[in-house]
């Protein structure tokens, strides 16, 4: 018998019985409906708490304030999505204090040299947040690959207001979660960080040193 | 580089007092667990403010329990499912299996750099050492695992690994053998790692991670990190390969929220770690990055034999967040490497005797003052001291009734002793022996010995009474 068999029909065979399967109540979870501009203020107050930075923005203004952040931190260059709108807006924005404008449209083995040493910001849409513990959904796709989340030392990402969620069970069960899941789903709450060293904190130890999210109000 | 191969270290676990008394002796090591732990303790308490933690710790635990039941089913589910998405799947019965499948994927891939994520399970069966004796290179990238890596150790604690050491001593070690400057600039040495990784990373043949929750509804493999470093093994690498015991399993997706919520919490007192990763299968070919080949092996390794009990099965609800460690009076005095064992502390102190057998763990149970505190912050509600005392039991085949299960059980029983106790019990079923015995016992108390074994190594001995508690009560009545 191989071992695969061996282990089930050991957990099937189980000296003891069959064991008793008690009922889950999830109601801990439920909370008090709120507001969007609530959820939006505890998402800022969460996230920020954890050295995420937020800048609220309108659908007109966000592309001028995204310039405005990058050139503070000398950004080179900023990785985009091709099809997505925030690709399209940026490219056809005509702000010209953008920086260089970066499409991940090949396969990573071909340029991830280039992507892990020359690329300095990103940015990703979200399939929205989680305003208790002041997350951001993440769903890769083709059009925005896993590591441009990741691999850069900036990552904006851009969050509609409307989208936010108080948990993330409220998440999950409204966008169906259950029904399949991609190759890849990520919930990304801040900057990459480490305490390994003695308890202190320090921030970009492998992903981004900063997260800048544009909530779209 | 020659920093990955770790020596062998052949620990006797049951050497746990001379360790003890060296490392209480060590304030150094003392001070650096009590300011840790006395952190993680408030950082915890704060954590979980405004929440109804009782009825949290409920649930997390009726999920587990529920998960135990369908135990065979779910791991079955899962097996569905992620072979469906393109992961392939193992099954090892024991540490050496898991061990070989590893080592044969990465033979069949041609690959000689492996990248690690944080992965206790591969502690457990010492993946590392097995994979630089096949010349294979096993590097960790958590940053903590890192540093315990490169000075040829093992974690001291399963959150944080490196916790035994201080930011000079950690400075000194990367100096070293990474040659960076000598610094206690924190964020310096971490911007070090960083780039001594990355370059690791974009090389790496294999990524290993562990897994915190696999889910069997939807095929999915969650990891908890803040770092990033999981995030890249796991996206990077042509390959990875993800393992897992197989009590990690879920039944639904939903299962995770609260248990995320209380993970986190009870780890480091935080809301929710910076990366919650799930992935549900292969890279497809439309996408543009992440792993081409996924493979789980879901490890066994005595624990099919826990579950066989019901009462040692509340070993496997643990989602391994360290609060008992993090509470318990006497990890924080001696530190983890004292146990020599992969998962020290209180959880060690319950699984641990399973893994390596009870004559091998004997001292493991009666390491602890039984003061309640890791069952009382436990997550999962596992019964941490009621499993200590049937462990003790188990030890000295103490209980007639119920028999000893655990392998090596009855390593401890002493036949001197196992008689004491047995004319004790003899004695109590029986009230005329009893008021005998103990009148003749306090008529001789002059000749009581001073010394009582390891009783009075630090304490004076207990002295019998003058006159009975039955001949004092009699008196008060009349």
Not at chain 1, 30 to 58: D, K, L, W, Y
Not at chain 1, 100 to 118: G, K, R, T
Not at chain 2, 126 to 137: G, M
């Amino acid at each position: 018998m191989n071992s695969r068999d061996t282990i089930l029909q050991r957990l099937r065979e189980r000296s003891g019985g069959k064991l008793h399967r008690p009922d889950c109540d999830f109601s801990v979870l439920e909370r008090p409906s709120s507001s969007v501009a609530e959820r939006v203020e505890q998402f800022q107050r969460t996230i920020e708490s954890v050295h995420g930075e937020v800048h609220r923005c309108t659908p007109e203004s966000w592309v001028a304030q995204l310039a405005g952040i990058l050139s503070s931190r000398g950004a080179r260059n900023l990785l985009i999505p091709a099809a997505h709108q925030i690709g399209h807006a940026l490219r056809d924005s005509g702000q010209d204090d953008l920086p260089e404008l970066l499409i991940y449209d090949e396969p990573v083995v071909s340029w991830q040299a280039h992507l892990f040493n020359n690329v300095d910001a990103s940015i990703t849409s979200t399939r929205g947040g989680i305003a208790e513990t002041g997350s951001l959904i993440l769903w890769p796709t083709p059009d925005e690959p896993r590591l441009m989340s990741l691999v850069p030392p900036i990552h904006v990402a851009v969050l509609k207001a409307s989208e936010l969620y108080t948990t993330f069970h409220e998440a999950m069960r409204v966008q169906n979660w259950m029904s399949g899941m991609p190759t890849n789903a990520l919930l990304i709450s801040g900057p990459s960080k480490t305490a390994d060293i003695e308890q202190t904190l320090a921030y970009g130890v492998h992903g981004p040193k900063e997260l800048i999210v544009l909530v779209i109000e | 580089m020659n920093q990955t191969t770790r020596t062998p270290q052949h620990i006797d676990v049951r050497e746990f007092h001379s360790r003890a008394r060296t490392a209480i002796a060590d304030p150094k090591i003392r001070k650096n667990f009590r300011k840790a732990m006395d952190g993680l303790i408030v950082k915890r308490k704060d954590a979980f403010e405004g929440w109804d933690l009782e009825a949290l710790r409920e649930l997390g635990a009726n999920i587990r329990l529920r998960a135990l039941a369908d135990l065979p089913d779910l791991l079955e589910q899962l097996e569905k499912k992620l072979t469906d998405n393109g992961v392939n799947v193992h099954w090892a019965i024991d540490g050496d299996e898991a061990c070989r499948i590893i080592r044969d994927i990465c033979v069949a891939r041609n690959a000689k750099t492996v990248i690690k994520g944080k992965s206790m399970v591969t502690e457990e069966m010492e993946l590392n050492h097995y994979l630089a004796d096949h010349d294979i290179e096993a590097l960790e990238s958590d940053l903590g695992e890192y540093i315990v890596q490169l000075a040829s150790e093992t974690p001291s604690h399963i959150i944080m690994p490196a916790i035994h050491k201080n930011t000079g001593e950690i400075s000194e070690l990367m100096y070293e053998k990474t040659g960076t400057d000598l610094s206690n600039d924190v964020e310096y040495l971490t911007a070090s790692a960083r780039q001594q990784l990355r370059e690791k990373f974009m090389n790496a043949d294999v990524g290993v991670s562990g897994v915190n929750f696999a889910v069997a509804e939807t095929g999915t493999l969650c990891l908890v990190e803040n770092e990033g470093n999981g995030r890249m093994t796991t996206t990077v690498p042509p390959c990875h390969i993800a393992v897992t015991g197989i009590e990690k399993v879920v039944g639904y997706l939903e299962d995770v929220a609260p248990l995320l919520a209380l993970l986190t919490r009870s780890a480091t007192g935080q809301h929710i770690t910076t990366y919650f990763n799930m992935i549900s299968g292969s890279r497809k070919p439309d996408e543009l990055d992440g792993p081409e080949e996924v493979h789980v092996v879901l490890v066994d390794n005595g624990r099919s034999s826990i579950y066989q009990d019901d009462e040692l099965l509340d070993t496997l609800r643990c989602i391994r967040c360290g609060a008992c460690m993090n509470h318990c009076p006497v990890y924080t005095r001696v530190g983890g490497h004292t146990y020599g064992t992969t998962y020290p502390g209180p959880i060690g102190k319950i699984l641990m005797p399973h893994l390596i057998g009870l004559d091998e763990g004997r001292h493991l149970p009666s390491a602890s003052s039984l003061c309640g505190a890791c069952g009382e912050v436990c997550p999962v509600k596992i019964p941490i001291p009621d499993l200590l005392v049937r462990l003790r039991q188990e030890s000295v085949d103490g209980d007639k009734l119920n028999p000893a299960k655990v392998r090596g059980h009855g390593a401890k029983r002493n036949a001197l002793e196992a008689l004491v106790w047995k004319g004790w019990s003899w004695m109590h079923a029986r009230p005329g022996a009893y008021r005998f015995g103990t009148t003749v016992a306090s008529r001789l108390r002059k000749l009581q010995p001073g010394k009582l074994g390891g009783w009075t190594r630090y304490r004076t001995a207990p002295k019998l009474a003058a006159r009975t508690l039955h001949e004092r009560m009699k008196e008060r009545s009349q």
